[in-house]
Nanobody
């Protein structure tokens, strides 16, 4: 089995900063990409940021320049640093990992964390 466990999140005032992290554990051979998605009430889940094993990153236009994604391959952990937060950043943030579980099976699977709430409000 594979588990993604998020931590961090919470309530922050507009303009503030917050960090979330996500650790993957279980039977994992290699994690090719990790990322963060978010879902606000009444809206579809949307991409926030992704990062490859090599460190290439991709951001949604709405968070560019404010959010930074990073990862520690040795710890199978991905981080999201969120600065200059806005009320519209309020959502449940989900961690995502695209990985191979075994070296002898060339199959990639996608896993999701349970989500962590980020609320930006005064």
């Amino acid at each position: 089995q594979v588990q993604l466990v998020e931590s961090g999140g919470g309530l922050v005032q507009p303009g503030g900063s917050l960090s979330v992290s996500c650790a993957a554990s279980g039977s994992i051979f290699v994690i090719n990409a990790m990322g963060w998605y978010r879902q606000a009430p009444g809206k579809q889940r949307e991409l926030v940021a992704t990062i490859t094993r090599g460190g290439d990153t991709n951001y949604a236009d709405s968070v560019k320049g404010r959010f930074t994604i990073s990862r520690d391959n040795a710890k199978n952990t991905v981080y999201l640093r969120m600065n200059s937060l806005k009320p519209e950043d309020t959502a449940v943030y989900y961690c995502n990992a695209r990985l191979r579980r075994y070296s002898y099976i060339d199959v990639e699977s996608t896993y999701w964390g349970q989500g962590t709430q980020v609320t930006v409000s005064s």
